[in-house]
């Protein structure tokens, strides 16, 4: 299973401009049947808030999950100071195939 993983960065006195702009995105595009949102974690840090969200992709949709995660995150593009990752992960068990014995 392949994992997306979100990573956003912005000042703490954004966070009610944040949550606003997240309710209104998560009402306009819900989740696509290919993606589970497995956890969604914030916490403070020096300049900021950080919050992490990580999504599992059904297997052969990757194209179409990041298509939507990158439109689903342009949508923040216009709060000033928000930045963010989108990365994309294996599973362990994925991942063991992958290593050199």
Request: net charge negative; with cysteine.
């Amino acid at each position: 299973m392949v994992l997306i993983m979100v990573t956003s960065v912005f000042p703490s006195e954004k966070g009610v401009v944040i949550q606003s702009k997240y309710n209104e995105i998560h009402k306009k595009y819900p989740l696509p049947l290919c993606i589970k949102q497995k956890q969604l974690g914030l916490r403070w840090i020096r300049d900021g808030m950080k919050g992490v969200a990580v999504y599992e992709v059904e297997k052969g949709k990757i194209a179409e999950a990041l298509n939507f995660i990158y439109r689903y995150e342009s949508e923040f593009s216009g709060i000033e100071e928000y930045s963010n990752e989108i990365e994309t992960l294996l599973e362990i068990d994925e991942l063991t195939g992958v290593i050199p014995s």
